[in-house]
């Protein structure tokens, strides 16, 4: 199921680890307090990692109640942005390369000074 996520009109990702011994009512208080967004609009797709990152997991309002997915990969790990405790807006494109394995933040590197024209 979460390898597809086009019938989602939103895909927003808590970067960072947050503690996924927490159930869906700790989680859309997340969303809601520190996100400020609402958990209870339909099709959209919160997502949150661990600090091991081999698990995520997904948390969706369905209009009568919430839905929990869990997925934890047998080898490797998820390439989880870590350096912020925040929400991003992720792309369909974005969200099919997070849980392929691939990264979802580019990493600029500038020039030495030594080496600029």
Known sequence: MLKDATGFKKIYIAAGK???RKGMN???A???LQFELDPYETDILFLFCGSTRRVIKGLVWEGDGFVLLSKRLQNGV???PRDRQEVMDLT???FSDLINGLS???TIRTAHP???C
């Open 18 to 20: 947050t503690d996924l």
């Open 30 to 32: 997340i969303v809601s």
């Open 114 to 116: 030594k080496y600029l």
């Open 104 to 106: 979802i933040v580019s």
């Open 92 to 94: 369909q494109k974005q």
């Open 78 to 80: 998820f390439q989880w």
């Open 26 to 28: 700790s989680l859309a």
